[in-house]
Structure formats: C-alpha cells, structure tokens
C-alpha cells in the first residue's frame, strides 16, 4: 500500500540544524512531486516547500526561504528536507505529502493524494 514515512525529527536549539526524510513506497514516486508541510497546534496546516518530480525545480513558503532547502534521491524514494537557521516559531509537526506531476505555485495540502503520519520538531533553548 502507499506509505510515506517522515523521520529526523526533534528537539533543537534556536540557530540549529535538522534534516527531515520522507520515505515512500507502493507508488510510483518518480511521477510525483512531494511537498512538506507542517501544523503547530491551533493553527492551520501550512505548505513549507515543494520538489519537483526530477528534483531539478522547487518552491518555499516566504517564513522559510533562504533557511530551508529541499532535495530528492528518486533511485532511493526519499526526499529531505534540510532545515536551517531554526526559530522557535518553527516548532510544528511536519509532513510530507504527494500529488501527481508538478509542483503547484502555491502550496495547498487539498492539491495533495498521498500523506505521511508527521515528525514533531521542537525549537527551543
């Protein structure tokens, strides 16, 4: 069945460093664009970023350009999700999600098919 698992995940430190993987399987995933998002509590789910397809394009939410980048191993079925220059106002729990073709300009969670169960990442001192 379809399965997309996030992990790297955490606790950090504000000005800190993660990387979050999403693995997927049972599709086929070199026909998707994956897109992470995350939800803190009470607050509506929001699109960080997406990858295209081939990896060669992508986009970021405005909160985390310049901070976070985004790649793809298709030959491993995983996506990451590096994440820089953490603030507190990072804190959520983040998913990954899939949808067919190509990456939207605006990144809506309704355009997606496939989601992963999430990864809480925590920023603080």
């Known amino acids: 069945q379809v399965q997309l698992v996030e992990s790297g995940g955490g606790l950090v430190q504000p000005g800190g460093s993660l990387r979050l993987s999403c693995a997927a399987s049972g599709f086929a995933f070199d026909f998707y664009a994956i897109g992470w998002f995350r939800q803190a509590p009470g607050q509506e789910r929001e699109g960080v970023s997406c990858i295209s397809r081939s990896g060669n394009s992508s986009n970021f939410a405005n909160s985390v350009k310049g901070r976070f980048t985004i790649s793809r191993d298709n030959a491993k079925k995983t996506v990451y999700l590096q994440m820089n220059s953490l603030k507190p106002e990072d804190t959520a729990v983040y998913y990954c999600?899939?949808?067919?073709?190509?990456?939207?300009?605006?990144?809506?969670?309704?355009?997606?098919?496939?989601w992963g169960q999430g990864t809480q990442v925590t920023v603080s001192s």
């Open positions: 999600a899939a949808r067919a073709w190509v990456c939207m300009p605006t990144i809506q969670a309704s355009d997606y098919d496939y």
